[in-house]
């Protein structure tokens, strides 16, 4: 009985010196849900190309599923391990990036842009199908050589915003992803786009610019798409102009509205509902309006001039309300807090109200305060997320993925080793001590079979020896490699006890 305990000890040792257990017990403890939703590495066929790749298990923790189709946001931090082997030149940046089911399909993906500067993060929207209430999905993003071109090979379904490319939408695939999307790359307006002239000016190509008249007389100059339900967001990359109090017909106008017409003195000539968000102190049209809330960039007059613009990503759309369960129409700037607000409504409503063209307009008063107008990147409709949350991305390294599995099935041949040794059995015992007459006659065997392992290993599951995401399979097997041998010695002496 005593043999058996030290039989025992010795597997404990081995296991704790040969395996990172900190690491492991960690993983699994920290990210047990992940885990159980990744996708075994061996199950997982990636694209052509692909030599690194993780899982991302995307949560929706809400009480109703997602919309089908859903756009969801992807954010990649430049602490990822994956970003040292994206394509980061410019002009360039990620077409070595590919996002797919663990069956191997590519899913429809665009890259809207990086931000933040020295710690820098990339923001990815992928399509999907409905992710259910309390229910996750779970995709995978690889990266390929630096010189892969995955915009190029997948053209229209994998691409990236219009302005990054080198020629202006040459990769752009936010057809593909979005439900509605609109580049105005050509110089004429692209279908379901209407135009607004009054005093100003609307030009198309390589974006729409848009300018305000200078006549301080009622018209508006922009454009409007086609109905949108209301329940939908819409999002675009551009500029926004601000406004001084007092001059007549200077504003700048997002929004909602069927107050559209086809004259071009005063497009909210007909209609009985309208939503619009503007950058001025001025007051709009008051009947069966919604109402219009200014400010975004301060209080005052002062701080509400903005003659040169930067450019954001400004999100219009009914968004959940502050410390209430209602909606409310509003509007945010790269994806931050809620700026302005505007006519709240219960969730359930938000399906009863009309769909409304949404609208860019500038005055003719505007012209005087911002000569240099406004330019509009793209513009997009998207998906309302369930409950106005996104669902959460976890990302699990394939290495990672294979260090947990390796570590159970350690332990599970441990135990089955060490019964082994208990019930004694002749044939097994015969055939290990076989096997440890061979490593006891050549020394470099354990380093041979070690070696061997992590070979076949790493090239079934096709992963980068040269890179050192390697190091987890190395330490796994090599452990693994060692309790083997030790169990050995053990079943030898065993053998001839």
């Known amino acids: 009985m005593a043999r058996k305990y030290l039989y025992l000890a010795v597997l404990v040792v081995w296991l704790s010196l040969s395996v990172p257990w900190p690491f492991v017990a960690g993983s699994v403890l920290g990210y047990a849900k992940e885990f159980a ?18 899982a991302l298990v995307i949560e929706n923790r809400e009480p109703a599923p997602t919309p089908s189709p859903f756009q969801q946001m992807v954010n990649l931090s430049s602490s990822n391990p994956l970003w040292a082997e994206l ?11 590919v996002f797919f089911y663990p069956n191997g399909t590519v899913i429809p993906s665009w890259l809207e842009g990086v931000y933040g500067g020295r710690q820098s993060y990339a923001i990815w929207w992928v399509k999907l199908g409905a992710i259910p209430a309390n229910g996750s999905a779970v995709i995978c993003v690889g990266v390929g050589p630096r010189a892969q071109n995955y915009y190029a090979r997948y053209n229209g379904t994998v691409g990236e915003a219009p302005q990054l490319s080198p020629v202006y939408g040459e990769y752009d695939s936010g057809s593909s992803v979005f439900i509605h999307y609109w580049n105005f790359a050509s110089s004429h307006a692209p279908d379901g786009i209407s135009v607004y002239i009054s005093n100003g000016s609307v030009a198309f190509g390589d974006g729409v610019h848009i300018v305000g008249g200078t006549n301080r007389q009622p018209g508006e100059n922009g454009i409007s798409t086609p109905p949108i339900p209301m329940n939908y967001l819409v999002d675009f990359y551009g500029q926004m102009t601000s406004n001084v109090k007092g001059v007549d017909y200077a504003t700048n106008w997002i929004g909602f509205s069927n107050y559209l017409g086809s004259s071009a003195n005063f497009p909210w000539g007909g209609g009985k509902l309208t939503g619009f968000i503007s950058m001025n102190n001025q007051s709009f049209p008051t009947t069966n ?13 002062k701080d509400n001039y903005v003659p040169d613009p930067s450019f954001h990503v400004f999100t219009v759309g009914f968004l959940p309300y502050p410390s209430s369960p209602n909606y409310a129409f509003e509007a945010i700037v790269d994806y931050g807090k809620t700026n302005l607000g505007a006519y709240i409504v219960a969730p359930s409503a938000l399906g ?21 107008g406004q330019t509009i990147y793209w513009l997009r409709v998207r998906a309302p997320p369930p409950d106005g949350v996104m669902p959460s991305v976890a990302f699990v390294g394939d290495q990672y993925i294979q260090l947990v599995f390796a570590a159970l099935c350690g332990i599970v041949l441990g135990i089955v080793l060490y019964i082994v ?3 004694k059995r002749p044939a097994f015992n015969s055939l290990l001590q076989r096997t440890w007459r061979v490593i006891r006659d050549h020394p470099g065997a354990p380093l041979i079979i070690t070696g ?12 980068d020896l040269s890179s050192t995401a390697a190091l987890p399979y190395f330490i796994a097997i090599r452990g693994y490699a060692e309790v083997a041998v030790g169990f050995f010695i053990e079943i030898t002496e065993t053998g001839k006890s």
């Not at 394509?87 to 990036?97: D, I, L, P, R, S």
């Not at 309006?289 to 007059?301: E, K």
């Not at 061997?452 to 992963?463: E, G, K, M, N």
């Open 37 to 54: 939703a990744a996708p075994p590495p061996w199950s997982v066929k990636t694209p052509p190309g692909v030599i690194e790749y993780e």
């Open 87 to 97: 394509n980061t030149a410019e002009g360039h940046f990620g077409q070595n990036v």
């Open 289 to 301: 309006v919604l109402q219009a809330i200014g400010g975004w960039y301060g209080s005052t007059p």
């Open 352 to 372: 009863h109200l009309p769909a409304l063209p949404f609208a860019i307009l500038q005055g003719n008063g505007e012209g005087l305060l911002a000569p240099k």
């Open 421 to 423: 040794v208990l019930l």
């Open 452 to 463: 061997a392992v992590l070979a076949v290993a790493s090239a079934a599951l096709q992963h």
